[in-house]
Nanobody, 116 residues
Framework: QVQLVESGGGLVQAGGSLRLSCAAS????????MGWYRQAPGKQRELVAL???????DYADSVKGRFTISRDNAKNTVYLQMTSLKPEDTAVYYC??????????WGQGTQVTVSS
């Protein structure tokens, strides 16, 4: 299994920015699809953004143009740059690593709170 550790969450005012990081263990990082998900209180976990091993990206409509996912294979790290944050972005953000559904790991989550 791949161990994932997220960091970078916190409290920010609406309109502000945060960058989340997710560091992965092991040697499989470069071939894995990495994703960021979030779960707000009382809501289901939802996909925010993902990046494949070939660096193809996909975003939820609600974050397009505001969030950017990227990866650094040399550092085994995936990032989520979040700008123009809104109160509705408040959630626990989780990192996910997937390889053809045969290996699938989750981080412990990091809280992002956007105040109005």
């Amino acid at each position: 299994q791949v161990q994932l550790v997220e960091s970078g969450g916190g409290l920010v005012q609406a309109g502000g920015s945060l960058r989340l990081s997710c560091a992965a263990s092991g040697s499989l990082f470069s071939i894995m699809t990495m994703g960021w998900y979030r779960q707000a209180p009382g809501k289901q976990r939802e996909l925010v953004a993902l990046i494949t091993s070939g660096r193809r990206t996909d975003y939820a409509d609600s974050v397009k143009g505001r969030f950017t996912i990227s990866r650094d294979n040399a550092k085994n790290t995936v990032y989520l740059q979040m700008t123009s944050l809104k109160p509705e972005d408040t959630a626990v953000y989780y990192c996910n690593a997937d390889y053809l559904k045969t290996i699938n790991s989750w981080g412990q989550g990091t809280q992002v709170t956007v105040s109005s």
